[in-house]
């Protein structure tokens, strides 16, 4: 069926579930086209992962917006693409922010 006001999202989590970045087409402002029926739609999510060696978890998904109940899913994967960040680090935290140290 034809669908609009589709939001698009994208989240970022570490295997024991702590979000470490999250956001979708309306949080961003980004207007979509409405989904007609029989349609595909490609959307394409890019962004720099500066963070810290280790497993992480990405989840997608799309849903209506409604303003009585701020959205209703349509279609959620949790979990479904698994990355290993590999590299030397020597911090702690969730971030890479490839900080220097120098005495002055």
Not at 19 to 43: F, K, L, P
Not at 66 to 87: P, S
């Amino acid at each position: 069926e034809d669908l609009t006001g589709l939001i698009y999202g994208c989240t970022v989590k570490t295997v024991d579930g702590q979000t470490v970045y999250g956001t979708n087409t309306r949080q961003r402002g980004i207007e979509v086209s409405h989904g007609d029926a029989g349609e595909t739609i490609v959307v394409d999510f890019q962004f720099d992962l500066n963070i810290v060696p280790g497993e992480y978890f990405i989840s997608l998904g799309v849903a209506l917006d409604d303003g009585e109940r701020d959205n209703i899913a349509i279609d959620r994967r949790y979990d479904l693409i698994h990355i290993t960040v590999r590299g030397d680090y020597s911090g702690f935290g969730l971030a890479q922010m490839n900080m220097s140290i120098t005495e002055i």
